[in-house]
């Protein structure tokens, strides 16, 4: 039975897990983040570049990363996390070339890493320890309801500030994660179990194994990764569709506020969806929508097009919650960090190759082709999730 001082200190680590993630949200520079590098003097294919450096590194730093957490400790590395983060927007606005923002890219990438690893992690083994994993689904959803609505009060302020200066959102990203350090230095850690074997390459041997073989881990990898290589690809293309449907300056951060808030929205309602549905409807459902609104943002919608991101956010928001539970619940804790690390490492190394090949069919054809080829790939993962899923659900029964 946990001692009264311990079971505070834990029940505190999911009010400062909050608190930490509305100052981690505070990104006013999202809105206008393409827009600044172009500023700068940098084509879409630099900025594909960019974003498959990024992807590369966290490919590269995750399962490191993941291993490191399960050993050392969730926390020192989320404390290591917003070291890094901080650094990186600090690096960022007050570079003027592509070297510069390469070099705040890795950082970046670096801190992400940490992040995928150790924070769900942190967070689901704060419950476990507390007996109140049941409620991970739910109170993982407000963490991530949080991320999207500060994200979105972060987006109207810098929107608003760029019109004067796009490079102020940046250093005021930068003071904001200075903030978002300090909490993460407050965290109780969270208990170490016993690991099987001592070894950093045994430990991760065992972990691709157990993630390999077992079916619905193995889907979940799949599923996840294509989902995310193509969103996170994608996002960096919603701010020059914008631009394209004729939407002004002024007006982005107002719809990445709308946004995230409905992002925020769609976290907060996730558990209650997915009790409603259940897991192959929401699974499936999930990638409809998101096909759908691919093969909107093809068509000449002028200024109503904007419709189509603003439905992709909000399915996002439902999506997090809902993949990382089902993740979670099938995987042991003594290597937890590491599993979801390797599914990680899956997804960056999906959005390594997609980035520059998207960025590429954006500069040779149009915005239109990058997204009708994104549509078709989403249409291929919905095929793999269908067959997958019956042959699993053919094996249980």
Known sequence: MLSRIRSWKLKNNILKFYLYRVFSSLIFAMPIYVL??????????QIMILQSVYSATIMLAVVPSGILADYIGRKKVLVFNSILF???WFIYASSYSFTGFLISEVIMALSAAMWMASGTAFFYDSLRELGREGEFKKLFGNVVSINSAFWGIA???GGYVATKSLRIPFWMTAIALFFAMLVSFSFAETKKYKHADKKYFAHLMEASKFALNHPKIRLLIIYSSINYAIVFTAYVLYQPYLKAIGIPLVYFGGIFFVMNILAAFGSKMAYKIENYLGEKKILIYLLVISILCFLGMTQEFLIVGAIFPI???FRGGI????VTDYMNKHIESHHR????????????LLATAMAPFLGWIVDAYSLKAAFLISAVILTINLFILIVALTIINRRKG
Not at 36 to 45: D, R, V, Y
Not at 319 to 322: A, K
Request: no cysteine; hydrophobic share 65%.
């Open 36 to 45: 600044f590098l172009q500023e700068n003097g940098l084509s879409m294919i």
């Open 86 to 88: 901080m650094i990186a």
């Open 155 to 157: 987006a109207l302020i």
């Open 311 to 313: 439905i992709i956010f």
């Open 319 to 322: 999506f997090e919650p809902v």
């Open 337 to 348: 960090a590491t599993v979801l690390s390797l599914s990680t490492l899956a997804a960056q």
